[in-house]
């Protein structure tokens, strides 16, 4: 399996441009994470889905941020504008509800540097 | 609300020693507990997860850890410590099986020769 596809693994853009994040799931998971990752806050949960339905939006810091999942395969994190202080690592996750608990499976992450 | 507390965001221990990461988590419900390693410039891989099956847990690369519902923790251990252990640890806590998980601030162990 190739794993949780995220890209591209390194943005440099300036404030005010709109920034747009890829993830690719693993196939057959049906639920989707997006995490970020600062030095100040550390992981934080931004939003997840399920089925391409999001579920909890409750960690998307402002409305700058939004999120899809058009489909099974693919979702979207969109930064507009862009501020310097959204600079982090991004990181996409996706699991498969079974019996017990389900493991997230985390992408390489998108290091993202807005200058 | 759910919260993970990892005391000690730098652990150094030498290489053969017994490695210890404590976590303590704060949940309403009983818990899923995990425990996830981060390499340098790479995502997160799963070391184990609690789901209120056997309370000893183990993972891979010969780590363990126990949840001790009275005192609240899940504190991961490795009888000794490989130079390829060095990582930053993350301890993490869902109050439902498939929900988005809530990290602890993390612990950078480092391996002495």
């Known amino acids: 399996d190739a794993g949780v596809i995220q890209s591209p693994r390194h943005e440099v853009t300036e404030m005010g441009q709109e920034v747009t994040l890829r993830c690719k799931p693993i196939?057959?998971?049906?639920?989707l994470f997006w995490y970020r990752q600062t030095m100040m806050r550390g992981l934080e949960l931004l939003i997840y889905f399920n089925n391409n339905v999001p579920i909890d939006d409750s960690g998307m810091p402002e409305d700058r941020f939004s999120a899809k999942m058009p489909n099974a395969s693919f979702s979207t994190l969109k930064i507009q504008p862009s501020e310097p202080r959204d600079s982090a690592v991004y990181f996409c996750a996706s699991s498969f509800r079974s019996a017990g608990t389900d493991t997230q499976y985390f992408g390489p992450g998108t290091r993202l540097t807005v200058l | 609300a759910q919260s993970v507390t990892q005391l000690g965001s730098h652990v150094s221990v030498s290489e053969g020693a017994l490695v210890l990461l404590r976590c303590n988590y704060s949940s309403s419900v009983p818990p899923y507990l995990f425990w996830y390693v981060q390499y340098p410039n790479q995502g997160l891989q799963l070391l184990l997860k609690y789901t209120s099956a056997a309370t000893l847990v183990k993972g891979i690369n010969g780590f363990e850890a126990e949840f001790k519902k009275s005192e609240t923790s899940f504190h991961l251990t490795k009888p000794s410590a490989h130079m390829s252990d060095a990582a930053e640890y993350f301890c993490?806590?869902?109050?439902?099986?498939?929900?988005?998980?809530?990290f602890g601030k993390g612990t950078h162990l480092i391996i002495q020769p």
């Open positions: 196939s057959g998971h049906d639920y």
């Open positions: 993490a806590v869902s109050e439902g099986g498939a929900d988005g998980l809530t």
